[in-house]
């Protein structure tokens, strides 16, 4: 019976937050739409991506092609499809590395006081570079592929989570029930896990959205600057540079994606926004 009260309790604290936080809850429709176009792309797909016709290419939208064919007479809706895929890859892989390695630091940093000075300015040094522009170094010194791009942002995105964990730690290693720990003996993995983290993770899951909207824009922006993916994976960057030369006579190779690639991120960043509301203890309880 309790198990039952509380279920329809959190179903009905669930709702109300429907209710106040439309935006988010639109923005998690838009997203799994999102998912879903690109679990699904190899059945929704009418070919191959990558196969050129040059007897069909710069044709408009029509009942043919949906989105038109770009430059060498490629179907942009499998280039879409497909491109979805790359994107979602990306984000998911460097929200989720980010966050695992840089919660790791953080933690680690913010209690032991002794390493503390040494690893920030390690994350300064990073963090004064803006990440596109570490993205695109680190890049340089490596060969295109998906998973350079994904190691490459990650690491200009990583001090990012640690600076936020690091100030968590700081604020939490001072509480009664963290001293209480310390005084019975626990050893330092034990608090870190037991008191330490379940009260970092609302923060950085919400952290871990908006690198996940910006891993996205910034594999776009190396892909377009021919810095990203390969010329030969269809990503939505690498199209939208590929049709830039041909916009004054086929733009919808540029804007297609490039709507599909702004719905994404703002998907993500609304969200972002309602996770943050959602896991605020001063606004869980207005709900």
Known sequence: MGGATATTGRLGAALRFARRNKAAVAGAVVLLAIVLVAIAAPLLATGNPLSINPLRRLRPPSAAFWFGTDHLGRDLWNRVLY????????????????????LVIGLVAGYVRSIDAVVMRVMDGL??????LLAVALMALTRASV?????????????????LVRSLVLTLRDEVYVQAAISSGTRLPRILRRHILPNVMGPVLVQGTYIFAAAILIEAALSFLGAGTPSNVPSWGNTISEGRPFFLLAAWIVIIPGMFLSATVLAVNLLGDGLRDALDPRLSRQL
Request: proline letters at 5%.
């Open 147 to 163: 998973t350079n791009v994904i190691v490459a942002i990650s690491v200009a995105e990583i001090p990012r989570v640690v600076r």
């Open 83 to 102: 491109g979805a895929r790359v994107s979602l890859l990306v984000g998911g892989a460097v929200a989720g590395i980010s966050m695992s390695v840089g």
């Open 127 to 132: 963090m004064a570079i803006p990440s596109i």
